[in-house]
């Protein structure tokens, strides 16, 4: 499923994030940057063994915000680590934090002249955010980026499962109806 909004597009396709060809891809990410399994351990795994030695550099990225590496050995010059909240009921700010990990991942993308990224369902794995709410916060977060930006001409979120494609294509039409 693919809508324009403003002058850019937003793409939903299953698949695996490791593999996609734009400017730069996001990880789900931790706090200290450590690695695990899930997105963030495929990622590593498929870039090779500079992205770590960057992010040991880096150090650590705080809940709701996001960093940049290379892309190693990945089609995608960059990685870009966001963390998004770990879910706990929905009485911890989690809302405002996957926002801001999506916004500040757009943010810092256009800051690197980057015009196209991949998303992953971030917070909706290990970190437990319920997809269907998680889909309509990244959706709108991006859709509300996109109205208002137009550098960054495709953000492509690429969902593991058919049954999270079908969530994020869900949450799409009503957001964009
Ligand atoms: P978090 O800790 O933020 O919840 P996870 O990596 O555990 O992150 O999971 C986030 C989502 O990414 C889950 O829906 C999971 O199925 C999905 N996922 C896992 N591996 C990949 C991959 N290679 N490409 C795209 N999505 C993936």
Same mark, same amino acid.
């Given at each position: 499923?693919?809508?324009?909004v403003?002058?850019?597009?937003?793409?939903?396709?299953?698949g695996?994030?490791?593999?996609?060809?734009?400017? /730069?891809i996001?990880?789900?990410?931790n706090?200290?940057?450590?690695?695990?399994?899930?997105?963030?351990?495929?990622i590593?795994?498929?870039?090779?063994?500079?992205?770590? /030695?960057?992010c040991?550099?880096?150090?650590?990225? !705080?809940?709701?915000?996001?960093?940049i590496?290379?892309?190693?050995?990945?089609?995608?010059?960059?990685?870009?680590?966001?963390?998004?909240?770990?879910?706990?009921?929905?009485?911890?700010?989690?809302?405002?934090?996957?926002?801001?990990?999506?916004?500040?991942?757009?943010?810092?993308? /256009?800051?690197?002249?980057?015009?196209?990224?991949?998303?992953p369902?971030?917070?909706?794995?290990?970190?437990?955010? !319920?997809?269907?709410?998680?889909?309509?916060?990244?959706?709108?977060?991006?859709?509300?980026?996109?109205?208002?930006?137009?550098?960054?001409?495709?953000?492509?979120?690429?969902?593991?499962?058919?049954?999270d494609l079908?969530?994020?294509?869900?949450?799409?039409?009503?957001?964009?109806?």
């Amino acid at each position: 499923m693919e809508v324009t909004v403003n002058k850019s597009k937003i793409v939903l396709v299953q698949g695996d994030i490791t593999t996609q060809a734009t400017q /730069a891809i996001v990880n789900a990410a931790n706090t200290r940057l450590a690695g695990g399994g899930g997105v963030d351990g495929a990622i590593h795994s498929a870039g090779g063994p500079t992205i770590m /030695a960057e992010c040991r550099k880096i150090g650590g990225c !705080p809940t709701g915000d996001a960093v940049i590496t290379t892309g190693g050995t990945l089609k995608a010059k960059y990685v870009i680590h966001a963390v998004g909240p770990i879910y706990r009921g929905g009485t911890q700010g989690e809302e405002k934090l996957l926002a801001s990990a999506y916004r500040k991942s757009l943010e810092l993308a /256009a800051v690197k002249g980057i015009h196209s990224i991949s998303f992953p369902s971030i917070s909706t794995g290990a970190y437990n955010y !319920p997809i269907r709410q998680a889909a309509r916060i990244a959706l709108a977060t991006a859709v509300d980026y996109l109205t208002e930006h137009s550098q960054i001409e495709l953000v492509r979120f690429v969902l593991f499962g058919a049954v999270d494609l079908e969530v994020y294509e869900a949450a799409l039409k009503d957001l964009t109806k």
